[in-house]
């Protein structure tokens, strides 16, 4: 099971570190995505991470902002957001799926994964 933690309320131009931990399962032989929804809109895609951690993916909306990381020893997944802005906001869901392929347009996917945590609210704001 999937665990998402780590949002908040926050200022514009602030930052937050999201987390995603694994409570049972290692996610050693995972690709971890991180996705985002916000009120209205469709489940948006943001940053994936290879099984290794020497691959990663981002969308055009949060590239050169956001950058995701892992720690297998720690089974976790970090977000790590900066410069965010009041657009940014949603609810923050990660996912994984067992593979050793790894390709940041098929990733950026929802339906890639099968596994999801539930989500963890950001909100940015004044």
């Known amino acids: 099971q999937l665990q998402a933690s780590g949002g908040g309320l926050v200022q514009p131009g602030g930052s937050l570190r999201l987390s995603c931990y694994a409570s049972?399962?290692?996610?050693?032989?995972?690709?971890v995505g991180w996705f985002r929804q916000a009120p209205g809109k469709e489940r948006e895609g943001i940053s994936c991470?290879?099984?290794?951690?020497?691959?990663?993916a981002y969308a055009d909306s949060v590239k050169g902002r956001f950058t995701i990381s892992r720690d297998n020893a720690k089974n976790a997944v970090y977000l790590q957001m900066n410069s965010l802005k009041p657009e940014d906001t949603a609810v923050y869901f990660c996912?994984?799926?067992?593979?050793?392929?790894?390709?940041?347009?098929?990733?950026?996917?929802?339906?890639?994964?099968?596994?999801w945590g539930q989500g963890t609210q950001v909100t940015v704001s004044s």
């Open positions: 996912a994984s799926v067992i593979s050793t392929y790894f390709s940041g347009r098929y990733y950026l996917q929802s339906r890639s994964y099968d596994y």
């Open positions: 049972r399962d290692t996610l050693d032989y995972n690709v």
């Open positions: 991470i290879s099984n290794s951690g020497d691959k990663t």
